[in-house]
């Protein structure tokens, strides 16, 4: 069983910023790439960020520039700060890991339940 918990949403004005939060619980061997992905009314699903284990990071053309990925390793947790939001911006935001559960399994993807960022005015 592995969990993906979610904090950090919530409602702010343009120019503001949110900083959110994902950790990862249950039984967990290793952790391979975190991610967090958006999905906004009528579009498809896309990656914002995402992080492997010794730090690289990959950002959407959107995003870069204005948020910033992150990982504690040993609290099985990624981070998203988002500064400069914009109306763009307002979407679910769901996180997303590889997790491996034992030492000889395959890594499988897990998903959060998703968090609602809304950027208004």
């Known amino acids: 069983q592995v969990q993906l918990v979610e904090s950090g949403g919530g409602l702010v004005q343009p120019g503001g910023s949110l900083r959110l939060s994902c950790a990862a619980s249950?039984?967990?061997?290793?952790?391979?790439?975190m991610g967090w992905y958006r999905q906004a009314p009528g579009k498809e699903r896309e990656l914002v960020a995402a992080?492997?284990?010794?730090?690289?990071?990959n950002y959407a053309d959107s995003v870069k520039g204005r948020f910033a990925i992150s990982r504690d390793n040993a609290k099985n947790t990624a981070y998203l700060q988002m500064n400069s939001l914009n109306f763009e911006d307002t979407a679910v935001y769901y996180c997303?890991?590889?997790?491996?559960?034992?030492?000889?399994?395959?890594?499988?993807?897990?998903w959060g339940r998703g968090t609602q960022v809304t950027v208004s005015s």
């Open positions: 997303n890991a590889e997790v491996g559960q034992f030492y000889y399994s395959q890594y499988r993807t897990y």
């Open positions: 249950g039984t967990i061997f290793s952790i391979d790439v």
């Open positions: 992080i492997t284990t010794s730090g690289g990071t």
